[in-house]
């Protein structure tokens, strides 16, 4: 992923609208930016609006295999999980082939960086191998969340049997696995705690000195469902939050992923502790999840960003606009979230959340953008405004990652 060259772009986001602006790469990186200015012959050309790329925080490839196919029958999220569970099963070259297609998706989506939640480790690292090799065959940066998984309720309750293929058995066990993947040319090795319910305290205490000792991304599951929150008072006496406060696994270093089920001191909490939140109201629609307090957390300090989680829809821009509009009928009010700020969740927060140094389009940072064309003869100036309202995943045609050129239609 360190290309050069050179592109013109018709409309780009630099913070601002800009347009006729020259973007100049060189290994990979941004090297220049100019507005209002002509396009050299050698730039490629780009019509409508460039973007920095888009990232998606959270996902499980292997669940893009159920889109469709258990929308019949009835129930909520827990017998949602046990037919999940059907599908966790694969060879790793099987894996590889599926994750190159769900990769590809993201691309032509124009998610540039995604973070894969990983938790199938029946073949120890060889299914998080496949990941990395079907994400660096398709030109998406990738950062792997592996995540440690060792019980099946906060009571320390064993696994199910359809959750043994999970656990490394303890969390030394875990962090000598992952030990033997290394970062790469566009690929970064992250730690996953994958739940109160899934990990004790003690070991979500080595996970997070894991990844703090090597400065990698650190993500959880965090209250998507009102019975891990009552577990956890029955339990431990506090909420998960509350627990994760006194274990010390919260920071600016921490993505929690939903975090719906939380009241006010817990929002207090992880506001403080300057926790980024990630939404994923396309799969939280999916299962019937509630909608989670999203502008209290952003007012609180917690930056937001956004997934595809079980990939039901692959498409950031709608994450971001759903994350709005979900919350204007739960709440009965509307612009609780301003496009600017959408935006951002959808790139540079994002991508902060995964460890890289991509989202914004300014020199230095890498050369991950992403143009989307505009309906014809509908001319428009560049604002976020539209964009989140008025485009999809499905507009983008051309996707720069590392100044080479993955997309283009």
């Not at 920095?52 to 893009?64: C, D, M, Y």
């Not at 827990?78 to 082939?97: G, H, I, K, L």
């Not at 297609?101 to 124009?110: C, I, Q």
Request: with cysteine; aromatic share 6%; charged share 25%.
């Amino acid at each position: 992923m360190n290309g050069s060259g050179a592109w013109h772009a018709e409309q780009a986001w630099l913070g601002r609208r800009a347009q006729n602006v020259l973007i100049e790469v060189e290994d990979g990186r941004i090297k220049t930016i100019e507005d209002d200015t002509f396009a050299p012959p050698d730039a490629v050309v780009l019509k409508g609006w460039t973007v920095p790329g888009l990232a998606n925080v959270h996902s499980h490839a292997f669940q893009r295999l159920l889109r469709g196919e258990i929308e019949s029958g009835a129930g909520d999220f827990w017998e949602w999980r046990d037919r999940m569970y059907r599908f966790t099963e694969w060879e790793p070259a099987d894996y590889f082939n599926h994750a190159r297609l769900v990769f590809r998706e993201m691309l032509e989506a124009g998610i540039t960086a995604v973070g894969e939640f990983h938790y199938l480790h029946g073949h120890g690292n060889e299914l998080g191998e496949a990941l990395i090799d079907a994400a660096r065959e398709e030109g998406i940066r990738i950062t792997l969340l592996d995540a440690c998984y060792l019980r099946a309720g906060l009571d320390g309750r064993p696994l199910e049997a359809e959750q043994l293929s999970f656990s490394d058995g303890d969390a030394d066990s875990w962090a000598r696995r992952v030990d033997e993947l290394s970062d790469a040319d566009g690929v970064r090795i992250g730690a996953a705690i994958h739940s109160v319910r899934a990990v004790d305290a003690e070991s979500m205490r080595i996970v997070a000195t894991y990844a703090r000792e090597r400065k990698a991304p650190l993500h959880i599951h965090l209250a998507e469902q009102p019975a891990e929150v009552d577990e956890c008072l029955e339990v431990e006496r506090c909420t998960p939050v509350a627990l994760l406060e006194r274990e010390g696994i919260l920071g600016p270093d921490l993505t929690a992923i939903h975090a719906i089920h939380v009241n006010e001191g817990d929002v207090a909490i992880l506001g403080q502790n300057q926790v980024s939140i990630c939404a994923c109201p396309t799969t939280e629609r999916d299962l019937g999840d509630r909608v989670g307090p999203l502008r209290a957390l952003a007012s609180a300090g917690c930056l937001l960003n956004l997934g595809s989680d079980s990939n039901a829809v692959i498409d950031i821009v709608e994450e971001a606009r759903a994350l709005e509009l979900d919350q204007r009928r739960a709440l009965g009010r509307r612009v609780l979230h301003q496009p600017a700020d959408l935006l951002r969740a959808a790139t540079a927060d994002g991508m902060r959340s995964l460890g890289w140094d991509a989202g914004e389009l300014k020199v230095g940072m890498l050369a991950d953008f992403i143009t989307l064309d505009q309906p014809r003869g509908q001319w428009r100036e560049l604002n976020p405004a539209y964009l989140i309202y008025g485009f999809s995943g499905h507009d983008v045609t051309n996707v720069v990652v590392g100044g080479n050129t993955v997309v283009s239609r």
